[in-house]
């Protein structure tokens, strides 16, 4: 396996399920990204876990709750959702360096399409 | 302020014609322009970027020409190809990297017919 990949790559899922997204990045990178794609709207970042800190979107629900556990897994957990987190999920990684290179290349994964019943 | 402009929503070119696609921002603290190509079922992936220190950036069939004065950047797609049918995304970075502080435009989905 190379790059980003993420599981499962759709997702049905009722408002009152629990579910969850894995990603899982084969590049050696040291930090990882969560993007909401949806329709005719800009990719919206939700987290990133960068050089061991947590970066967040405060616009997130907290219906959507990310976790870490090490620089190469990432999981997006969901609880409740609406019919209108319906979207593309995407996980992205990088290399990041402390001081800062100003530019952040970022490789994705192909996605979660996710349904919201 | 941290928004990026894109246009058109969409494009349709005959097969060896020029695509073009331009994005406009606000911010004069950018200083990383990326364009991401997406295809059907995939993830986007860099396909070119500019530093706003030059006027000109180009990688075989695809140019990106950057206006500083104007806060404008585009990109051209010479001889464009049924292949390149895909959705294109620009994007603006500032400071010492990191995406937190990467903003994507809305896309252009762009169709060349044979």
């Known amino acids: 396996e190379t790059g980003v990949t993420q599981t499962p790559r759709h997702l049905v899922m009722g408002m009152t399920n629990k579910k969850s997204l894995k990603c899982e990045q084969h590049l050696g990178h040291n930090a990882m990204y969560w993007y909401k794609q949806s329709a005719k709207k800009p990719l919206e970042l939700m987290f990133v876990?960068?050089?061991?800190?947590?970066?967040e979107n405060n616009s997130v629900p907290s219906r959507f709750s990310p976790e870490c556990p090490n620089s190469s897994h990432l999981f997006l957990h969901l609880h409740t959702l609406q019919p209108e987190d319906s979207a593309l999920y995407l996980c992205?990684?990088?290399?990041?360096?402390?001081?800062?290179?100003?530019?952040?290349?970022?490789?994705f994964g192909a996605g979660s399409r996710l349904t919201v019943l | 302020q941290q928004q990026v402009k894109q246009s058109p929503q969409s494009l349709i070119v005959q097969k060896g014609g020029i695509s073009i696609i331009n994005c406009a921002y606000e911010n004069t603290a950018f200083d990383y322009f990326p364009w991401y190509q997406q295809f059907p079922g995939k993830g986007p992936a860099l396909l070119i970027a500019?530093?706003?220190?030059?006027s000109e950036k180009k990688e075989g069939r695809f140019t990106i020409s950057f206006n500083k004065s104007a806060k404008q950047f585009s990109l051209h797609i010479m001889d464009s190809q049924p292949g390149d049918s895909a959705t294109y995304f620009c994007a603006a970075s500032m400071g010492q990297g990191g995406s937190e502080k990467l903003v994507f435009g809305k896309g252009t989905k762009l169709t060349v017919n044979p």
């Open positions: 876990y960068s050089l061991e800190e947590r970066v």
């Open positions: 500019i530093r706003p220190d030059v």
């Open positions: 992205a990684s990088s290399q990041v360096g402390r001081l800062g290179s100003g530019a952040n290349v970022l490789t």
